[in-house]
């Protein structure tokens, strides 16, 4: 066993510890920095695979945005909020699960098909991934959906801003989630 | 090196866990998270197969989709958020407007 298949076990099991510990927390904090271990691991494995100009993204987007953003929604709207699991309809669980374990059958046998690693060439053609390589494709090849991805920030900013507004004359600001009913 | 088909099998897992975890909880804020996650699962498949195939695209458009998950998350937080305001409540048992 190879020494990059080892760190790749562990990387991938603390991934996917941090996954289900998204799923299984009680509180929406806990839930929220398991999901920030995730993406931090998936940064880890995304160098493993000569990505490096989007490891680095994917911890300033994920971690540094995403995850802050969650983080401020829990905030404002309180944490206290704990599960909801539905208590009145029981089968909900027993079903969620079943149908997740067929979902998962049904990939890995898709994905089962043992690819092995890339040839040398092909990894030459990556470039590592650096910066420069997908930056001069970017700018390139695919400047029209850049320019696109510019705008569907600038409109997604102005939506999150008329959403979020404060209504006209509600001055009380946002109130704590009551308790669980 | 690792053979690409691992990845793929660890994205595999960590999608089904996302999507269970949409189906299992109420809370409207760790469905986000979920899909979130199942986002960033489909992200490590398109980096793993852009390895396999020695072709930069795939990079791209895992570019594309965190510009798309950010936009995805300024506005739904945002939708939450407002209905957070009318409802005081974030279980999605109680958000049924659209269902008749």
Redesign the interface.
Known sequence: MSWSLIFFLLVGAVSLAAALGVVTSRQPVHSALFLLTNFATLAVLYITLDAQFLAAAQVIVYAGGIVILILFVIMLIGGDTNDFSAAQRAWSRTVGIALGIILLLVISYSALSRMMGPSEESAALLRGGTPEAVGIELFTKYILPFELVALLLLVALIGALVLGRQQEGAGEGIPSVKANE | ??????????A??????????V?????A??I???I??ML?SV??TL??L????????G??F???I??????????G??????N??HR????I?EINLLKW
């Open positions: 090196m690792v053979e690409t088909s691992y990845y793929l099998v660890l595999a897992i960590i999608f089904t866990v996302g999507a269970t975890g189906l299992l909880r109420r809370n804020l760790i986000f998270m979920c979130e996650m960033n992200n490590l980096i793993a852009a390895r396999q195939w020695g072709n930069l695209e990079q791209i895992v570019f594309m965190m510009a798309v998950a950010a936009a995805e998350v300024a506005v937080l945002a939708i939450l958020i407002a957070v305001r005081q409540s974030i279980n048992d």
